[in-house]
């Protein structure tokens, strides 16, 4: 079983519109978990850290952990093309690092 | 300021020619890992330092060795690349609940 599961994708979204993105872990004992935006040739880009329960909003990122559920999502408000890029759903667990094998997202114009 | 710097961003080497890339952090985490990211796929995790104790992944080819001579430097050494080592190499930092990246270095393997 895969630490962290992420749907591929990829996922199309209108300019303006909210982007969804959810990520799901094996470990419950799992306290860290990241958000990173990775655009093609580049090293990924940390967006959004969060390790309580509920939300957490940073400019047009909201994070979401529920840890009952083992679920962290990451919601981007109006989105922009430039938002176009994979988005890896990260958790420490045991001492590592583990990632999804992330979200391509497409915003439209 | 970058706070994880990767030496060389791109590296062309022979096959089967010895290789290393560098990290070097300024944060003085504990926490340093070296990850391969192959295009498409995400970060397959190699090795990764907890101060200096070294613990590498199970399925991480013989191929690859790591050496951290202090808490700022990480390397990464490639015995005998082959074309399949050919890849972005990550290294990343972990400490207070942050986690990192350098800017990767692009091995192509000729």
């Known amino acids: 079983q895969k630490e962290v599961e992420q749907n591929s994708g990829p996922l199309s979204v209108p300019e303006g519109a909210i982007a969804s993105l959810n990520c799901t872990y094996s470990?419950?004992?799992?306290?860290?978990f990241f958000w990173y935006r990775q655009y093609s040739g580049k090293s990924p880009e940390l967006i959004m850290s969060?390790?309580?329960?509920g939300d957490k909003e940073d400019g047009r990122f909201t994070a979401q952990l529920n840890k009952a559920s083992q679920y962290v999502s990451l919601l981007i408000r109006d989105s922009q093309p430039s938002d176009s890029a994979t988005y890896l759903c990260?958790?420490?667990?045991?001492?590592?690092?583990?990632f999804g094998t992330g979200t391509s997202l497409t915003v439209i114009p | 300021d970058a706070m994880v710097i990767q030496n060389p961003r791109y590296q062309v080497t022979q096959f089967g020619k010895p290789v290393t890339l560098s990290c070097s952090q300024t944060?003085?985490?504990?926490?340093m890992y070296w990850y391969q990211q192959k295009s498409s796929q995400a970060p397959k995790l190699l090795f990764h330092?907890?101060?200096?104790?070294?613990?590498n992944e199970a399925d991480t080819p013989d191929n690859f060795q790591s050496r951290r001579p202090n808490t700022s430097f990480c390397f990464l050494d490639i015995r005998s690349p082959g074309l399949g080592d050919a890849a972005m190499y990550l290294c990343?930092?972990?400490?207070?609940?942050?986690?990192?990246f350098g800017q990767g270095t692009r091995l192509t393997v000729v």
């Open positions: 990260a958790v420490i667990s045991g001492n590592q690092f583990y």
């Open positions: 470990d419950r004992g799992s306290q860290s």
């Open positions: 944060l003085n985490h504990n926490v």
């Open positions: 330092y907890y101060d200096k104790d070294f613990n």
């Open positions: 990343a930092i972990e400490g207070q609940g942050e986690a990192f």
């Open positions: 969060i390790y309580s329960n």
